[in-house]
């Protein structure tokens, strides 16, 4: 069947190409996914993981067999099962958003109230998960050396963010497959970032299009964009070109997933979901599962990236260029020296390398470095520092600034407000930081970013990897805690 | 209705008034909570948070309306709901007090009989409460360097601070409300204080007004005054000088509180107090509800007060002027610069910014570089060191002692005692003290306080904030702990 | 009734003397306890916590009534308990002594078949018994650098303390009470260190008498002797010279205790173990109740001991002087100019000051000070360094040793070894060591102990005593551990 | 009987001789087990320990009885236990290979499908088994700084060990009695190393015999032989010899066993899986019972080994030398010096010294000491370092190629994975490994095994071994922890 044959299709015809010879399905993934759903409706489980322009972007036209009759379908079955009730039934028990009171509820609820599918990969990360957790905690080995008797009655936390007005010293940072969390996606973040006045980093696997993402935005709005380079490199240049016709700020080349991670949690979830009986096979079977969402993603990614490729970025865009991913100062002054416009000091939300560092580690060595080798100072508009990973608080946030960051990317907690509340979460995400943005900067003594200093943190155990002498389990169980005194009532009980 | 008029209102006309437009109360607080007990009699909610002077020292005159004919006023309804039931019945529970051992006691048994809304108030803290524990397990990473055969046969642990007298190095630092644990509120600590020879800092938020608590007072008992500079200053000069007249002799301005901390505990415990049918809006909702205690009572402070403003201070009075709340050696020096008697080194026992260093932690900064900038040598009567937060043991008091303090503000442990047991819970905590100075004096081999020197402690480590490397939960469920030898018939059972 | 009358007194006689006022008991304690039992057989109470001699040695003759008529004397009910009737079943129950693999088993097992109040006076420590903890655990930053390929077929553990043989590197310490656990108290301890040429410190606060515990050891065999010195120089002297006389090789004067400590665990079990009925006292009751052992047993000790009392005791004794307690290399260093013989670097397990450092940590003090200061090594025959405090396994004194001490002094597992098995129970505690001892020998490359020198061991880390940065409830609530591979059945059943 | 004859015994003839003097057995043991099982058939109890030619080689041949016609023999009655069968129900609920995600689960699986006695004695370790873990969290002490922006499309992680090829940068180390676990013993490793391109490290108390393992293997196939050095040199030259012509290609010399270790849990279970009533004697029983089976298996081992052997072992072999059981710089230098092949950093699994540092932490000092005292660089042709113990993931590997290795030893894992799954679980165990090389060295940014170099990783905290400070119990138990926003339900029902 050519391209450009637009009559209607009917569904019983798909539903003849069934077969590996011959298969149609209205909406299409891999290989293996659409012979599961061939010849029937799989725009459900489609969706989520393809912006709808997928198709006529990466499918050759006369591939397109054209509009099928929508009476005429069969559709995938949609049982609503006793989980899904359930989960409907949390949603509906969600409190109110005033009782939310830190990114951290979002997470709570949210993971409540997601599909088990969108938690699995949006909270997985890479083998032990000891990176990802370490994002958040490195953040706890940095404490503050407040100062006082500053007049804070009027504190300002908006900064400018590659030249680009930003309410707050945050963005939000590129995380895929947002409709997995909720029907609009990323678009929840598009729209609560314009009225909060923050900047949305827009990511190559988005659930949405890029250009309804960019549609979506308010006049001025500023919006970023990350990038997978693919092994097509036609491909990544139409998508940059159109980019930057469109209006993006900056574009983030992420250099830290020349492979996507495994993410086992996310591994798991697949097998927990199958139907235990389909898995009375023996031991020793080699069947093929998935591999979780993240590696039906990433085949397109090209491992061959490499230094040499940034001069074709520079003579394709004029859009300032940013490294996504970077974890070492001697990449970092790599970036300085060829010219770029900053570096995001990321380990991908801990879903790539583990035992990578964080990135407010990797963020002291290099102003240190930088310093001393290139006599860089930090923040610096012409070559600005970023980091991402593990953000909670507008104190962790500070906390980077104070070391050099320009601003710091936040994720994760933005698809969990997503999840949970859809737009009106993020928004209240974003208030939520705002209040603790005013609380913050007048408890540290001050009145601007410009204010907040190196002198304001002790970073000095930053480096510091502590892992316990492992536990004497015999000495323990036989110490016997102290007891607190108690009231009669429960010691008659006892 | 005019000032001055003196007739006697009914409550019924009291109760027309319930409206935005007209509202009036028999007394008042915030215009939210205002209209709720608007018509009603109001006092039993309003007294553990407002000293019964609020009144007439903050509202203007011409607003109040006059005395009202109680016989007539419509009560607030007073149910004694389960909760309370079941709260009163812990009461009668609690052990006699020489069942309580140490400090810890009172805030197990205080916790379990004190309204929820004072154990929320009292034990909360700011964000992820990092500040508010560190605060005591900061004491952990300093330890003694005891030194034996020594003659202590007689040991004093007396001291002064201020140059007033202390029967120990410790003092009792301002916590405010303290009726929500207690009818007696803050005179508890009062009639303690006389009693064991110890000095009490009234706070500027005492649920006692600031004369009653002098007027409990006993001759040439001492007392000091913690403030809170509010945004209009003449408010504040007639409380400075008004203490000064009633013989108060110690100013401690608080200087970390430009806003009051947001704490979650605290906020939190509203939404679960609340009828759960009311919560049955949906998940978006946008009301606003009360945000704790902290919040409600922290408007009038001023933000802006600053170092310029000490002199304003200085001009007003004579009264020794200590700053409560520093945190870095560099205000402390410029305090030390400005003249001033002293600070307290402290974070508001970790309710305000969370990551802010304990003080005992700040202590060994402060003393190291007033040394080597000025040439101060510490504990010094002209500029003195205090500082608060986390203390639980007098081994706490005392490796602060030998580290350069002056003595130490204890806060929480005597609300929690006068919560549990009133008065005789105080005097009971005081005791328990004198008990613990005397054997850890003997045993540290300390005579007098001027004993307890820098080289009885190791703090070598208290600059380490370590966070253990994420633990590995594969390998670590993995892991079969070790056992232990069993008698026979646990064995034959299992 | 004046001494010498030799007749016999009948039990209804004493009975009458039942009042403060004419009190007469059988055997008597302090005169709380006496009230108790006043004109009844206290002798089942008195046993543990006195030694047989301690009316003729402390009582004046003339206070002594004479013997009494055995069949005429009202006995204090013993009723045994359902509590002890559970006890007597763990007892039958224990498992056989081949099953104890470990100085842990001993206490595990101990723990359950022992008397309630023996366990809480042989396991309960300082304040929150940090010191006691970190007693054992301080080895635990101590690791071996062992060697191979040295002929170890024939390994020899044996030593010289104070210049007497002792099979092994280690000494029995004097602890108090032994009858507490056992009928046989520490003739327990006297009998297995015979069968395994180790050294017996007697406690000045034995159950047996010191003459008992004298006239069963084999002949040859070495006992030291710890002493409490007394506010009466006398009872002191006597003890002292009576010691040598007898053929104590050793003088332990212990200098860490000038009041014995607080021990919660110990006082809390008093309450737990009374009738709850007599508790429904107002909670604001000051009754004085039991202190627990320690305390009832301390009093005659003289807190104004001091350095200068060591000339009298060189002029009293030609014993060796070794004190028992010190805690920094100060006084470690005072005791070898005062040419003593020793000390032992104690912090009395962890029962007096808490946050003392352990005897292991404060070895590398001293050794690296008295060798800098006096040009002193160690180990060292004319000045010896013992350590005592949390040691389990012959490891832990390989490190001691590897770092300079003589030998290495162990109480508390003796203790469980005999509450749990008597006699047995020490012998089978010794061959246990005695295996660990040859294993480690071989493993750790040492055919003596003369080759257990400093550089097989790593202590780096001793110094350093971390706490962690309190954990972030929040984040760690929401993080979802990773899971194993689980079996099908599992699965289904969940 | 002599030694020759060749006639048939009856079972009944063999069934008389069941006594301590005259003792027949069908396969033999150690005295105690022959005896248990005297007069009867006990190859299912002897096979596991014991390789097929263990008569052949060790029995003087005239003790040899000769053949035993099967059909007379009294087999020990094998009755399956509730126990085995629910074991048995387990091994078929085992999950398929593909739902193992990484060599964690392996154990997981392993140990609820594997008789309790190859647990006990696969997963024990010496004393307190904190070098058994410590061994496994050394590596997450160590950090990487991974490069970016290099063209990893293609990654190649093979190498050579001692001048062999092999697909990956780390060898089947040797671990004993592998028909504990599988009844195709250290043949499933044989068979999957072939596969895979790894080289096995054939044991010395492999439960196959030796030669049967060399003859599994296919053309071509590396093995490398572990040596336990007898007392009888005889016996080992015969040994040594044979391997190498056998083409055995590198000889692991067992250094750090001269004796083997106490496993306590081993110990333990032997005590668990008796007959209860067997127990009922009492506490003070002396019955010697069964130490494990690490005991019952060691007593050959010459403790007397020492370096002067080793111009011995370069006299009866041209093998390459290897020293396994290193742990210090110093015995790695000594090596270096006498000219051996290498030396593997090992502790034996954590099963001989506990207390004993990881192979890793050794590896550092041992590069560094090296190259500050010989100058040599590492990785090393002439002279290789390996280390072994608590591999579980590709980047533990990696870690340890970066900071020197030649090669890791990996030996638990592979034991959990043919106790699961047979040779199918060892060769996915190495799949795994595979994929997880791609995918680290890509994101570590290598191409190959010569480019993981130092600078890849931070090991500053390598040599930490932190206890923290004893918990404070009253303290962590007042604390009343944060709370999460809940959904309305949950709240309801609490």
Redo the contacts between chains.
């Keep these: 069947m050519g391209a450009g044959d637009q009559f209607l299709i009917s569904g019983q015809e798909v539903a003849k190409h069934n077969s590996r010879e011959s298969c149609w399905i209205i909406v299409h993934g891999g290989s293996k996914i659409i012979l599961k759903y061939a010849g029937k409706d799989a725009t459900q489980e489609y969706e989520p993981i393809h912006p709808p322009d997928a198709i006529t972007k990466n499918l050759a036209p006369e591939k397109h067999l054209g509009p099928v009759d929508p009476n005429t379908v069969q559709k995938v079955e949609v049982v609503i099962s006793d989980k899904d009730k359930a989960r409907q ?3 509906s ?10 990114l ?2 979002f ?3 949210g ?2 109230v997601m599909p088990e599918k969108a938690w699995a990969y949006y ?1 997985s990360a890479a ?4 990176t ?3 994002n ?3 953040y ?14 009027q504190v300002d936390w908006s900064t400018t963010i590659l030249g680009q007005k930003s309410s707050m010293p945050l963005y939000i940072t590129a995380t895929a497959l947002g409709k997995l969390g909720h029907p609009d996606g990323e678009l929840n973040l598009t729209r609560a970032a314009a009225k909060h006045g923050v900047i949305q980093m827009i990511p190559t696997l988005s659930s949405c299009s890029f250009d309804e993402l960019v549609d979506a935005a308010q006049p001025g709005q500023v919006q970023f964009l990350q990038l997978y380079v693919q092994r097509d490199r036609k491909i990544t240049q139409q998508l940059v070109q159109h980019a930057e016709k469109r209006g993006i700020k900056g574009l983030f080349i992420t ?2 997933a ?2 996507l ?2 993410r ?2 996310d ?2 979830m697949k ?2 979901d199958e139907d ?1 009986s389909e ?11 998935s591999q979780g969402a993240a590696r039906a993603i990433s085949s397109f990614i ?6 040499g ?2 001069d074709w970025f520079k003579s394709i865009t004029r859009m300032p260029l940013i ?1 996504k ?4 100062w ?2 970092a002054l ?1 970036a300085y020296d060829r010219g770029l416009a900053g570096v995001v000091l990321s380990n991908h939300g801990g879903r ?6 964080s990135g407010i580690e990797v963020l002291v060595e290099v102003v240190k470095k930088l310093r001393k080798k290139r006599g860089v100072k930090f923040p610096n508009d012409k070559f600005q520092l970023f980091v991402d990973g593990g953000v ?2 507008a ?1 962790d946030v500070l ?1 980077a600034i104070a070391l050099g960051a320009t601003a710091v990317g936040v994720g994760r907690p933005f698809l969990y407000a997503f999840s ?3 737009q ?1 979460g993020v928004e209240k995400a974003l208030r939520i930081l705002h ?2 943005f ?3 900067m ?3 003594g001050a009145k601007t970013i410009q204010d907040v200093v190196p ?1 304001m943190v ?1 970073a ?2 930053l ?8 536990g ?4 323990n ?16 009980k006892l």
Aim: glycine share 4%.
């Design positions: 039934e949390r949603m028990g969600r409190p109110p958003l005033d009782e939310i009171l830190n951290h509820d997470e709570a609820i993971k409540l909270s083998d032990d998960e000891i990802n957790r370490e958040h905690l490195a706890h080995r940095v404490w503050f050396r407040p100062r006082v008797l500053r007049d804070v009655s250099v830290d020349p492979q991670g495994r086992e949690k591994m798991r097998f927990e235990p898995m009375s096979r023996s031991g020793t079977s080699n069947i093929d599962r090209d491992p061959s990236l490499n230094w490729d940034l490294l991913g970077v974890q070492c001697e990449d790599e790539q390398l583990d035992f990578a560092p909670r608080r104190t906390k949970a509340y859809g009106d209040d603790e005013e609380m913050n007048r408890l540290i002198s002790d000095s155990n480096k510091s990897h502590v892992v316990a002498v492992p004497d389990r015999l000495y169980s036989n110490y016997e805690s102290l007891q607190h005194a108690r009231l009669r009532d429960l010691k008659a």
